[in-house]
């Protein structure tokens, strides 16, 4: 897929809009493409789309059925050692722009993500690595008006209340326009989740 223009990326996001209002599922738009569009108001030098959502709240299969429907395809995906309720998922389409599904495990107060690129690309693990953030800061979303005039009208666009906090922690410079890789001051490996209890 090429870099993302401002139409596909109108019709992108509408469609996972679409997908997360049919499915009731809380999310948000994270990371490069939160940066691109809240600091520059043009789509970031990405060619996916990375999506967020909360692991306790989420029905997969639900996402993923209507998903496929629009023509999304996952061709990538990191499950806990037990259970079929993805930590990470990857689609990709034809046209869109590929998917980032995110999926935010809450322990003690922070929430935190796992990638795809960590984990040997297996689907279950040995190892898996987690970076976090405090859960606060993404905890409740917002829909926040775009200028239609650079990117997407008002209302498409659902980004944590506390977006700055996050960006903050995410890339320390971004106000700087410094091009910089996502940081986390919270990072945990564990072998199973169930290793979960014993990290503080």
């Known amino acids: ?25 809380k999310w948000f738009v994270g990371f490069g493409v939160m940066l691109g569009l ?21 029905n997969f299969k639900s996402i993923k059925a209507a998903f496929s429907i629009m023509g999304y395809a996952m061709d990538k995906v990191v499950y806990p050692d037990k259970g079929d ?33 960590y984990n040997e690309k297996n689907q279950r693990l040995r190892k898996y690595r987690f970076k976090g953030i405090d859960a606060s800061f993404i905890e409740n979303t917002v829909m926040i008006p775009i200028d239609p005039k650079r990117v997407i009208p008002g209302g498409d666009i659902v980004f944590p209340t506390k977006y700055g906090s996050c960006l903050d922690v995410w890339y320390p410079n971004w106000l700087e326009r410094r091009k910089e890789q996502s940081h986390s001051n919270h990072i945990v490996e564990i072998k199973r989740m169930k290793d979960w209890k014993n990290i503080k």
């Open 85 to 117: 309720v993805p930590l990470y998922s990857h689609f990709s389409h034809p046209i869109f722009p590929d998917m980032c599904m995110f999926a935010w495990y809450l322990h003690n107060g922070i929430r935190y993500h796992t990638y795809y690129y």
């Open 38 to 58: 809240l600091r520059d108001g043009t789509p970031p030098d990405d060619n996916d789309i990375d999506i967020c959502v909360y692991y306790e709240q989420y």
């Open 1 to 25: 897929m090429n870099k993302m223009c401002k139409d596909v990326l109108i019709k992108s996001i509408r469609s996972i809009k679409s997908v997360m209002d049919n499915t009731r599922t």
